[in-house]
C-alpha cells in the first residue's frame, strides 16, 4: 500500500496558512480545524514550512506568552521532511518514527499533494492487517 491508497480514501485537502500570519491565527486554526499542524505556504502549492503544535509549545518555552504576537515564519519547521504518492506505507512508518515527526505533507512535482499524519499511517495498516488475517480465516475455513 502506498501514500496514494492513504490521499484516495482521506482526500487531498491541505489546510495551510501564510508565512506573515501570526501565532494566535495558527493556534486558531489548529483549534478550530481539530488537527495538529497546518502547511506553510504562499499559494497552497509550494511548501514553505510546517508548524505543529509541538512548534507552538517550544515558541511558548521560548518567548512565553506574548508568543502569540510572533509569525508563523519565525517558528515554523523548516526545511520540511515531504512524502511522495508512491512511497510505501512501511516506508512512512518507519521514517516517522525514526525521525519523530507525525506529519508529512505529500508532495508531487514540486506542488503539494496532499497530507499524511501518523494516524492515516496507523489506521491503513491496521486495515491492512486485518484484511490479511480475514483472507487466512476464509481460507482456513474453506481448506475444511
Given at each position: ?9 482521506k ?49 511558548l ?24 504518492p ?59
Open positions: 500500500m502506498t501514500v496514494a491508497a492513504i490521499l484516495k480514501t482526500g487531498t485537502h491541505v489546510e495551510t496558512i501564510r508565512p506573515d500570519a501570526t501565532l494566535q491565527v495558527a493556534a486558531w486554526d489548529l483549534t478550530l480545524k481539530r488537527i495538529g499542524a497546518l502547511v506553510v505556504s504562499r499559494d497552497d502549492e509550494t511548501v514553505l514550512g510546517i508548524i505543529s503544535e509541538r512548534d507552538l509549545v517550544r515558541a518555552t521560548d518567548h512565553g506568552p506574548d508568543v502569540v504576537r510572533l509569525l508563523v515564519s519565525q517558528v515554523m519547521t523548516t526545511p520540511v521532511k515531504t512524502c511522495a508512491g512511497d510505501s506505507i512501511t516506508a512512512l512508518m518507519a521514517r516517522m518514527t525514526r525521525d519523530r515527526i507525525r506529519h508529512l505533507p505529500v508532495v508531487e512535482a514540486g506542488r503539494l499533494a496532499g497530507i499524511v499524519s501518523i494516524g492515516d499511517v496507523v489506521k491503513h495498516r491496521l486495515d491492512d492487517l486485518e484484511l490479511e488475517a480475514n483472507i487466512l480465516r476464509d481460507v482456513l475455513i474453506a481448506s475444511h
